[in-house]
């Protein structure tokens, strides 16, 4: 019984867990980890998730923030609602300004954390797929740009390929403190990377 084995059972474990504990995505655990790991997330915080369907993050996230926070999930897909009122939802598309806009109103002015487990539709082509990932990377550092508040934290998963070093270089221009890291629960032989940024340095 080899690595795959053991990768497959790691995997069915996280998916047995998330449905035990009522968690719309094994990805919850990701977010959850690095959170535990890294503090990124506190009480009374507004988060703005991008690409959050099906919610699994967003749920770790208002857990994080309590009563006095509120969770922002924006998609392309449909988000099915949660049950708690500190939970908003938009359906569209993070890279659009009329979008970004409505985060704004939402919650009226600057969130004190972004973060962004978007991927794109994967077409298996290697390079065409990594090059999408380092777009949506880039737009959600944009997003950041127009509405994370100065000192404020962002969690971004990134594909490992040829754009990733800068990437990673462009979030330390902008932040104070930047970690590279994989949480036990993303599968050891996937590309996914997080990257963990504390202490926004705003310009403007
Ligand atoms: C891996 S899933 C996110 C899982 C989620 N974090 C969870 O825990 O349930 C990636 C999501 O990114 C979304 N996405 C990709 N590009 C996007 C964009 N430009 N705007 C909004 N959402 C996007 C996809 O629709 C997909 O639902």
Same mark, same amino acid.
């Given at each position: $019984?080899?690595?795959?084995?053991?990768?497959?059972?790691?995997?069915?474990?996280?998916?047995? $867990?998330?449905?035990?504990?009522?968690?719309?995505?094994?990805?919850?655990?990701?977010?959850?980890?690095?959170?535990?790991?890294?503090?990124?997330?506190?009480?009374?915080?507004?988060?703005?998730?991008?690409?959050?369907?099906?919610?699994?993050?967003?749920?770790?996230?208002?857990?994080?923030?309590?009563?006095?926070? $509120?969770?922002?999930?924006?998609?392309?897909?449909?988000?099915?609602?949660?049950?708690?009122?500190?939970?908003?939802?938009?359906?569209?598309?993070?890279?659009?300004?009329?979008?970004?806009?409505?985060?704004?109103?939402?919650?009226?002015? $600057?969130?004190?954390?972004?973060?962004?487990?978007?991927?794109?539709?994967?077409?298996?082509?290697?390079?065409?797929?990594?090059?999408?990932?380092?777009?949506?990377?880039?737009?959600?550092?944009?997003?950041?740009?127009?509405?994370?508040?100065?000192?404020?934290?962002?969690?971004?998963?990134?594909?490992?390929?040829?754009?990733?070093?800068?990437?990673?270089?462009?979030?330390?221009?902008?932040?104070?403190?930047?970690?590279?890291?994989?949480?036990?629960?993303?599968?050891?032989?996937?590309?996914?990377?997080?990257?963990?940024?504390?202490?926004?340095?705003?310009?403007?």
């Amino acid at each position: $019984m080899g690595k795959k084995w053991n990768a497959e059972r790691k995997n069915e474990h996280y998916y047995k $867990m998330a449905k035990k504990e009522q968690y719309r995505s094994r990805a919850s655990y990701k977010l959850l980890q690095l959170n535990k790991r890294f503090k990124v997330i506190k009480s009374g915080d507004k988060v703005v998730d991008l690409g959050a369907a099906p919610g699994g993050w967003s749920q770790i996230a208002l857990e994080a923030v309590g009563e006095e926070g $509120m969770v922002i999930g924006v998609d392309l897909e449909w988000i099915r609602p949660l049950d708690d009122e500190n939970f908003y939802t938009i359906r569209g598309d993070f890279t659009n300004e009329e979008i970004l806009g409505q985060v704004k109103d939402l919650i009226s002015g $600057m969130a004190q954390v972004v973060i962004s487990d978007a991927s794109p539709k994967l077409s298996g082509i290697k390079d065409m797929d990594n090059l999408r990932s380092a777009d949506l990377a880039d737009n959600a550092l944009k997003v950041c740009d127009h509405l994370l508040m100065h000192s404020g934290n962002f969690v971004l998963k990134a594909f490992q390929g040829a754009e990733f070093e800068n990437i990673v270089k462009n979030i330390k221009e902008r932040f104070k403190t930047v970690k590279t890291t994989k949480p036990p629960s993303s599968k050891k032989g996937s590309v996914e990377m997080y990257i963990v940024a504390k202490g926004f340095k705003r310009m403007f």
